[in-house]
């Protein structure tokens, strides 16, 4: 799908050709939709095609005709039974006239441009725009791992009430998103410092601040990343522990009752061997059998006081 937008009356407004000067936006472009960009923008087919490839990094490309800003942006895999945060790459070409972005998905990143909810956005001013989609980018970035912070909240809440393995899942998939995280701000970051050092985007006065605080929003999104990371996995090696320690109380347990019950196994198996009446113990007694049952319980009850004073049960 390829969008073009221009700012008409101080509005940001959607046209169906291309203008002459604004924002072409490609969402899950088809191959005849990149051949028609390439061909009206005379930019080569692999920088065109460079953010539909899942593994590509973070990068700056300056050709004669164009300069290309690929970052790695967040997104939420809704089609799962749980949600998956991962990254998508974006490119961002900057031609005479005209700002190209092109990603695989259709993120919240620039919906706000689209919409024109987004403030100060001016499809026909690049070096603010491009500064503009960098702020969000790490502005997205930071709302994710909140929502993240809160999910290991909750699934550790759950862990304490239930002690599933849906929670210790759930864990496992935040942490790959956090993996996932990571790797895309630091390869951002990178993006972000070359655009310091160089003149690949034109620095305007006005647009000095904004470009510091994408990279200030990054930073503070790396070390959140970094710090929640650590937390689960903490929270993932208590999680094993206490379920290894749950198994071994279990384990206790049962072989206390083992040994508990042996006790009139053992009386019981004796008198069940096929022996001589007059060689065992009140085998001929007209109660012998209420006492031996009640003697067997008897031994099982001072052995069950016995682990209990010792606090084997605990």
Same mark, same amino acid.
């Given at each position: ?11 940001? +407004? ?14 899950? =472009? ?12 005379? @930019? =080569?087919?692999?920088? !065109? ?6 593994? +590509? ?11 290309? !800003?690929?970052? &790695?942006? =967040?997104?939420? *895999? ?13 490119? #961002?070409?900057?031609?005479?006239r005209h700002v190209i972005t092109i990603c695989s998905k259709d993120t919240h990143i620039l919906r706000g441009f689209a919409n024109g909810s987004e403030?100060?956005?001016? =499809? ?8 503009? #989609? ?13 929502? !993240? *912070? ?17 929670? @210790? ?45 994408? !990279?200030? +929003? ?15 996995? &903490?929270?993932? &090696?208590?999680?094993?522990?206490? #379920? ?64 209990l004073k010792v606090k084997l049960f605990k």
């Open positions: 799908m390829v969008n073009y937008y221009v700012e008409r009356n101080h509005k940001v +407004e959607c046209v169906p050709e291309l203008p002459e000067c604004g924002w072409v936006q490609m969402i899950e =472009p088809e191959e005849d939709e990149l051949r028609t960009v390439a061909r009206d923008f005379e @930019l =080569p087919m692999e920088t !065109i095609k460079a953010a539909l490839d899942l593994d +590509e990094r973070s990068r700056i490309d300056v050709d004669d005709n164009y300069r290309m !800003i690929l970052v &790695n942006i =967040p997104t939420r *895999e809704e089609t799962s039974d749980r949600e998956l945060y991962t990254t998508v790459p974006m490119s #961002i070409i900057l031609t005479a403030r100060d956005f001016h =499809p026909g001013k690049q070096s603010r725009f491009v500064f503009q #989609i960098l702020y969000a980018t790490a502005r997205r970035y930071l709302i994710y791992l909140r929502l !993240i *912070e809160k999910k290991s909240d909750t699934a550790e809440l759950e862990f304490g009430q239930k002690q599933k393995n849906k929670e @210790l899942l759930e864990l496992m998939k935040l942490e790959k998103s956090l993996v996932y995280f990571s790797t895309g701000l630091r390869s951002n970051e990178a993006v972000l410092e070359k655009l310091v050092r160089t003149d690949v985007v034109r620095k305007y006065a006005e647009d000095a601040d904004l470009l510091e605080d994408a !990279i200030v +929003e990054n930073k503070q999104a790396i070390e959140m990343a970094k710090i929640n990371t650590e937390i689960l996995a &903490n929270m993932s &090696n208590t999680f094993a522990s206490v #379920i290894s320690n749950n198994l071994n109380v279990a384990m206790k347990a049962l072989a206390i009752m083992t040994v508990v019950m042996e006790i009139p196994t053992m009386v019981f198996s004796a008198y069940g061997m096929n022996v001589a009446a007059d060689s065992m113990p009140l085998a001929t007694h007209p109660y012998a059998f209420p006492i031996l049952i009640g003697g067997s319980a008897l031994i099982s009850v001072i052995a069950t006081l016995i682990f």
